[in-house]
């Protein structure tokens, strides 16, 4: 599948959905990519004695695996050519099972003289926001 057309589109409308699952071997990998070892993302002890609800998902974890979304979109990840987020909660993972993290792409603006489109992401686990103001801009 090739690129979405920008004729095509509208504002409004939801181009892609997921479901991240994420789970503690997910996180291990993670921070050995990352080289983020913080003890929130691996001990629960920790994490629960500094007010955390459990251990909790990288934020930059969160927010990669959601920009994933809009990259199988566009059929290319070089054409996300800006991201941002805020991060607004934490997203618990459990020790046996996954933390399920649901993503909807949305059309936020249409610029055709750039041929870009914004593309607002909605990112929510246990129907609380976790990621704020996601918008990735994807040129076409």
């Known amino acids: 599948m090739g690129a979405p057309a920008l004729e095509?589109?509208?504002?409004?409308?939801?181009?892609?959905?997921?479901?991240?699952e994420l789970d503690r071997p997910r996180?291990?990998?993670?921070?050995?990519?990352?080289?983020?070892?913080?003890?929130?993302?691996?001990d629960e002890a920790f994490?629960?004695?500094?007010g955390l609800p459990n251990v909790?998902?990288?934020?930059m974890l969160t927010m990669g695996a959601?920009?994933?979304v809009v990259?199988?979109?566009?059929?290319d990840p070089g054409a996300v050519v800006d991201?941002?987020?805020?991060?607004?909660?934490?997203?618990?993972?459990?020790a046996d099972g996954a933390a399920a993290v649901e993503v909807t792409a949305t059309v936020g603006a249409i610029d055709a003289e750039a041929r870009t489109v914004r593309v607002d992401l909605t990112v929510v686990h246990e129907g609380v926001k976790v990621l704020g103001?996601?918008?990735?801009?994807?040129?076409?």
């Open 8 to 20: 095509d589109l509208a504002v409004g409308d939801v181009v892609a959905t997921r479901t991240l």
């Open 27 to 42: 996180l291990v990998r993670y921070a050995g990519a990352s080289g983020d070892f913080n003890r929130i993302h691996w």
């Open 47 to 50: 994490a629960t004695s500094v």
């Open 56 to 59: 909790i998902a990288h934020g």
């Open 66 to 68: 959601a920009v994933g």
């Open 71 to 75: 990259e199988d979109w566009a059929g």
């Open 83 to 94: 991201y941002q987020t805020r991060f607004t909660r934490p997203v618990p993972v459990p």
């Open 133 to 140: 103001k996601a918008q990735a801009v994807v040129r076409l």
